[in-house]
């Protein structure tokens, strides 16, 4: 499955935020944040509510519709 799962890196560009910023609020490593921004990797369920949180968005915020996959 090569599609597009989650909208992280959409939403960290309307928030006006990167990648970096992201990674220094969850602790984690700049790369691992990087490849879930390209969908390369995904953040399991307890990341992306954290994920959510710390941008100040809903967490269905951060995935494409099922309808789109």
């Not at 490593?29 to 390209?38: F, H, I, L």
């Amino acid at each position: 499955m090569n599609k597009d799962i989650n909208r992280l890196k959409v939403i960290l560009a309307e928030k006006k935020r990167t990648n970096k910023w992201l990674a220094e609020q969850l602790g984690k490593d700049p790369g691992t944040v990087s490849k879930w921004c390209t969908n390369t990797m995904q953040p399991n369920l307890e990341t992306l509510v954290k994920i959510a949180k710390v941008l100040e968005v809903d967490t269905k915020d951060l995935l494409w519709s099922i309808k789109n996959i």
